[in-house]
T-cell receptor
Framework: RKEVEQDPGPFNVPEGATVAFNCTYS??????FFWYRQDCRKEPKLLMS???SGNEDGRFTAQLNRASQYISLLIRDSKLSDSATYLC???????????FGAGTRLAVHP | EPEVTQTPSHQVTQMGQEVILRCVPI?????FYWYRQILGQKVEFLVS????????KSEIFDDQFSVERPDGSNFTLKIRSTKLEDSAMYFC?????????????FGPGTRLTVL
């Protein structure tokens, strides 16, 4: 299993739709997880941190399933501005680095 | 809001030349990182740096690469003899505490093009 694995997409959804992304990770000892957002040719920006079973911030909900080693990100009421690549990120062993998934591309259309 | 800055935004160099990429981390941060992203690929870890020494480095970070914190504010990545495959976006990041306990903030990146 890859360290962090994501469906590359793209997910093409209309404005207002609800969309969910999944991510699986290999290190069962991981305690914290992150979703970053990356716009084309820009730096990754932290969207949400997940330290326990889940986290919610407005239209965004992240859930963690430790038994199955997967994390999900749910976006409700999609906006055009949500179009980006969503990166699932896990700390590496030793907590000296972040391990990035390849990202899931989201395109929201009018 | 404090931010990580990087210079230059774009660097073009000839194969075999040395390049130095510069970063100014957030001022009260103690942990510094370099990542790279080849076009169309995922973000990859290169090196982490704490207390004036390398904490961890990846297989990519071979003898051609080095990092330095020459003064209290700058953090640099040097590539001694660039190769075509070094062409990528290089991101600097910093955090106040270790990964997993604190957010890593990324700079806007330096796009390196090796001809």
């Amino acid at each position: 299993r890859k360290e962090v694995e994501q469906d590359p997409g793209p997910f093409n959804v209309p404005e207002g739709a609800t969309v969910a992304f999944n991510c699986t990770y290999s290190n069962s000892a991981s305690q914290s997880f992150f979703w970053y957002r990356q716009d084309c040719r820009k730096e990754p920006k932290l969207l949400m941190s997940v330290y326990s079973s889940g986290n919610e911030d407005g239209r965004f909900t992240a859930q963690l399933n430790r038994a199955s080693q997967y994390i999900s990100l749910l976006i409700r009421d999609s906006k055009l501005s949500d179009s980006a690549t969503y990166l699932c990120v896990v700390p590496g062993g030793g907590y000296n680095k972040l391990i990035f998934g390849a990202g899931t591309r989201l395109a929201v259309h009018p | 809001e404090p931010e990580v800055t990087q210079t230059p935004s774009h660097q073009v160099t000839q194969m075999g030349q040395e390049v130095i990429l510069r970063c100014v981390p957030i001022s009260n941060h103690l942990y510094f990182y370099w990542y790279r992203q080849i076009l169309g690929q995922k973000v990859e870890f290169l090196v982490s740096f704490y207390n004036n020494e390398i904490s961890e480095k990846s297989e990519i970070f071979d003898d051609q690469f080095s990092v330095e914190r020459p003064d209290g504010s700058n953090f640099t990545l040097k590539i001694r003899s660039t190769k075509l495959e070094d062409s990528a976006m290089y991101f600097c990041a910093s955090s106040a505490r270790t990964v997993g306990t604190d957010t890593q903030y990324f700079g806007p990146g330096t796009r390196l093009t090796v001809l």
